[in-house]
């Protein structure tokens, strides 16, 4: 028997009211991991000791295989007492160590513990005295409880609820808990353990399906925990299983109502789903085709927003006027929960659908003025402030791209009509929508098809991976919105710290890169943080934040290139160098990394380095050689060769041939060493320093071109 104890499985499970769905995901693996790890920190787990989450609407639970009955024994080793301070003058033991060793006696359980017993050892610059003991085990329930309520405590509650015990030794008591829970499982195997929590007593009966059980449920033992749930309480137990079964069902839903059928299943619906059902259950509905003439970003928006059903389209991406619904009630009869859910949609999509029209009587145009009575931020101004700013940003943007005065034409108008959506009712219902609704009202208005699309687009990127603008004017538009919120709110002292970012400047500066990187725009960052500088003049709160905000984008730069792969060395030796335009920084990384792989690139990194550091501390040096002065071969040598190869490495730069310019420099590196090894450059001649200097410096500039290689050296 004592042999099985140590290999037990443990059941933990509290019971309650329903949770709330958004948070049941991480309240279940909190629980988990918390009495897992508790357990785990006070030793009462066997090897390949597993945690296994179970969390439905109305439980939270959790078995761990190979938990001891006891937790294992511990040697320990105590510090006492420095022995200054524990022996006298005369070796005796003092008041302080006779005092410390009868605490440290009872604490082990023990009638004394004399100074003899005691190890003397090394502590620090002195010694010290030190008691090593074995401490017993801890039995599981005791070890359990404090693991327990520790657990609970820390849970990731959204809001706690407080309410009184109604029953049991804490009737009348106030339990404050995510909800009131009614009932509290605690199995070892098949023994109930003696815990109490939540002003509840532990047992082995829990419930199931509130209206597919038949009533309370009897728990054999821990082991069979989901499939007697399964099986009697027609609850899946485990949150994943769920999930994946509804998951499935989706999919096997929407091949029955046509085969090319596409189910719209977001994963964050589908957690929320699978926190408000035990026994999924999918049904199709429909409504009405009619409803099929609002933009379907607004149809499935209300399915999902509202209602949490999983609407369809076809294998072109088109909305189906079909939906499905998961239901917590098996029936052989469902045509009352089928027609139940469509007579419940059916006045949502009106909603929509009324919304869309009514909007559609107003042109953008005409909301715009109507954007000064929507405030930005009390320190910039009104939405339309803010507005005129983004269009003048933008027409300068695209005169950068390059663009005639046709594209700063397209790109002032859809900067003007970008958000007036934000005062229509279907935004106002559904701000998700922002700028989708835009591009169908501006098309309805008859405005440029790049017009209507960039009022949608210049939103992106929104998120990480998420696509950019297709068009210069919804590029140009995108990176004025993004500069004018960048620069703005840094301008008035609101800048991200640590981990707080209010206004996603972090992300914002992501979307300014990521369209500067990724469509390779010949644009300077400098110019761009500029022209987004002087939208603000005049405005006494605001001060220019140019200098700051640079390497505030570059710090980003280097993250968003360690994504793509590339080694910070690599990395730094391009962005060191604070490049204007990224338009070729990909380019010059991938010649750095070429570079790098040569056998002359250590020598010469190192070398550059050397060099670098020269310069830095003879400041003034002017950079013109007279050959004349050149005494030694080897400084005869390297200026010869530089010479050589100067022509055909400036050329390789011209033409953007990056790894062809530092491959080419590499043939330096003999004469490189070649001078380092035979030339003094700190010459006590003047002349002689100061022209060799000078080559020095001409060398500098030769090697960092592209990018400043001395960043590669170890």
């Not at 629980?31 to 597993?50: E, P, Y």
């Not at 990384?589 to 020269?614: C, G, H, M, S, Y």
Request: proline share 4%; charged share 25%.
């Amino acid at each position: 028997m004592k042999d099985t104890l140590l290999s037990q499985t443990l059941l933990i499970e509290i019971f309650t009211e329903e949770l709330p769905p958004k948070a049941l995901a991480k309240l279940g693996d909190a629980f988990a991991n918390g009495i897992f790890n508790g357990l785990k920190s006070r030793d009462f787990l066997g090897d390949g000791a597993v945690a296994t989450a179970f969390a439905t609407p109305r439980r939270l639970a959790v078995a761990i295989s190979n938990v001891r009955a006891t937790s294992l024994d511990k040697t320990m080793r105590e510090k006492v007492l420095p022995v200054s301070v524990a022996l006298d003058a005369e070796g005796r033991a003092t008041a302080p160590l006779v005092k410390k060793l009868a605490a440290l006696a009872a604490q082990c359980g023990q009638a004394v513990i004399t100074p003899a017993e005691l190890e003397r050892a090394p502590d620090g610059k002195a010694e010290s005295f030190f008691y090593s003991y074995t401490a017993k085990g801890v039995a599981l329930p005791a070890g359990l409880q404090v693991v327990l309520e520790d657990t609970v405590a820390k849970l990731p509650i959204p809001k706690v609820m407080s309410y009184q015990r109604q029953h049991g030794h804490a009737a009348g008591h106030t339990v404050r808990f995510v909800r009131p829970a009614h009932s509290l499982v605690a199995l070892h195997g098949e023994q109930v353990l003696p815990l109490t929590l939540l002003g509840l007593d532990a047992d082995r009966q829990t419930e199931g399906h509130r209206f597919l059980s038949p009533g309370r449920i009897t728990l054999a033992d821990a082991d069979s925990y989901a499939a007697t749930l399964a099986e009697q309480g027609k609850v899946i137990a485990s949150f994943s299983e769920r999930k994946e079964k509804i998951r499935r069902d989706l999919l096997e839903g929407a091949a029955k109502s046509a085969a090319e059928d596409q189910v719209l299943m977001p994963e964050a619906l589908l957690d929320e789903v699978t926190a408000l059902v035990e026994w999924p259950v999918v049904y199709a509905c429909k409504f009405e085709d009619e409803f099929l003439s609002v933009p379907q970003e607004c149809l499935i928006l209300t399915m999902q927003t509202n209602q949490k059903y999983f609407a369809l389209t076809d294998s072109a991406g088109k909305l189906r006027s079909r939906f499905l619904i998961v239901s917590n009630l098996q029936t052989s009869e469902p045509h009352y929960i089928i027609e139940g859910n469509e007579r419940v949609v059916r006045p949502r999509l009106s909603d929509a659908k009324f919304f869309f029209e009514q909007d559609q009587k107003k042109k953008l145009a005409e909301r715009v003025p109507l954007l000064a009575n929507v405030v930005y931020h009390n320190k910039l101004g009104n939405q339309l402030q803010r507005t005129e700013r983004v269009k003048t940003l933008a027409a300068s943007i695209a005169a950068l791209l390059g663009g005639a005065t046709a594209l700063s034409a397209l790109a002032e108008r859809a900067a003007l009509l970008a958000k007036a959506d934000l005062l229509t009712d279907m935004v106002g219902e559904f701000p998700e929508l922002q700028g989708i609704m835009g591009n169908y009202y501006a098309r309805h208005d008859g405005e440029a098809d790049d017009v209507a699309l960039a009022i949608s687009e210049h939103y992106q990127p929104r998120f990480a991976g998420d696509a950019l603008p297709t068009t210069d004017t919804s590029i140009a538009v995108a990176l004025a919105d993004k500069l004018e919120t960048l620069v703005g709110i840094w301008g008035i002292g609101l800048q991200p710290t640590g981990d707080k970012d209010p206004f996603a400047l972090r992300r914002h500066a992501l979307g300014i890169l990521r369209m500067l990187l990724e469509k390779r725009l010949p644009i300077s960052l400098t110019q761009l943080l500029s022209n987004a500088a002087q939208q603000f003049a005049g405005n006494t709160n605001f001060k220019d934040p140019g200098s700051d905000v640079l390497p505030f984008l570059y710090d980003r730069l280097r993250g968003l290139l360690r994504e793509r792969g590339y080694a910070p060395n690599e990395i730094e030796a391009v962005v060191a160098q604070q490049p204007e335009r990224l338009d070729n920084i990909i380019e010059r990384l991938d010649a750095v990394q070429a570079f790098a792989a040569l056998p002359e690139a250590e020598a010469l990194a190192a070398a550059n380095k050397r060099i670098t550091n020269i310069l830095k501390k003879t400041e003034g040096v002017g950079s013109m050689v007279q050959q004349d002065l050149l005494r030694d071969n080897a400084e005869q040598s390297l200026f010869a060769a530089m010479n050589a190869l100067k022509p055909e490495v400036d050329a390789a730069f011209a033409k953007g041939d990056f790894s062809t310019a530092l491959k080419a420099l590499a043939r330096l590196r003999e004469n490189v060493d070649g001078f380092f090894n035979d030339v003094m450059v700190m010459a006590d001649d003047e002349q002689l320093r100061n022209n060799r200097l000078a080559l020095l410096a001409n060398l500098h500039v030769m090697l960092n071109q592209v990018a400043d290689i001395s960043k590669l050296a170890a």
